[in-house]
């Protein structure tokens, strides 16, 4: 099993560009998240999907859009990227909201 | 608003010393809690847990205690290991909700 994979692991885009954040998972896990983790910060909820067709907005969905149209994959879309969007971004998913597996991220850097 | 607090941002202890990260929430409506591990570059990693029924959860050298009354929790490991650095982060869930409330982390540091 490869678990939670996300790509790429790394990005740097210019402030207005586009990009599409990879996550996929083999556990047919129903549940999937994306968090994003700022310098000294915890983990806040971007979005969330209890299953294929359902996505709805966690804390900060701003600037984001998603996608469920597989139990495996959770894309996560930046339009328009800005600076404010400079962190690390983990996907997660699990069979319920208490059991939660993490991909190891991706770094992304708006300039 | 910041529902779950880890106020210790680092914390240093010698090998084989006990460590005590702590944490508090706000929320009287949560009543899962969490805490997981994350090392450098990589996705946090789930640890231990306690639901609110029981104030005690053990796990080889990693304990889990929950005061309601005080909405605090802590998490001992003992004997801490050079292996235990890493990120710690206390989360917190209410039946029914959607999501984990994590805290901002506290980075322990266990020195030979």
């Known amino acids: 099993n490869a678990g939670v994979t996300q790509t790429p692991k790394f990005r740097i885009l210019k402030i207005g560009q586009s990009m599409t954040l990879q996550c996929a998972q083999d556990m047919n896990h129903n549940y999937m998240y994306w968090y994003r983790q700022d310098p000294g910060m915890g983990l806040k909820l971007i979005y969330y999907s209890v299953g294929a067709g359902i996505t709805d907005k966690g804390e900060v969905p701003n600037g984001y859009n998603v996608s469920r149209s597989t139990t495996e994959d959770f894309p996560l879309r930046l339009e328009l990227a800005a600076p404010s969007q400079t962190s690390v971004y983990f996907c997660?998913?699990?069979?319920?909201?208490?059991?939660?597996?993490f991909g190891p991220g991706t770094r992304l850097t708006v300039t | 608003d910041q529902q779950v607090k880890q106020n210790s941002p680092s914390l240093s202890v010698q090998e084989g010393r006990i460590s005590i990260l702590n944490c508090d929430y706000t929320n009287s409506m949560f009543d899962y809690f969490l805490w997981y591990k994350k090392y450098p570059a990589e996705g946090p990693t789930f640890l231990i847990s306690?639901?609110?029924?029981?104030d005690k959860n053990e796990d080889g050298r990693f304990t889990v205690f929950l005061n309601k009354s005080a909405k605090h929790l802590s998490l001992h490991i003992v004997p801490s290991q050079p292996g235990d650095s890493a990120v710690y982060f206390c989360a917190a869930s209410a039946h029914s909700g959607y999501a984990l409330n994590f805290g901002k982390g506290t980075s322990l540091l266990v020195t030979p």
């Open positions: 997660a998913s699990g069979r319920d909201v208490l059991e939660q597996y």
């Open positions: 306690i639901s609110s029924i029981k």
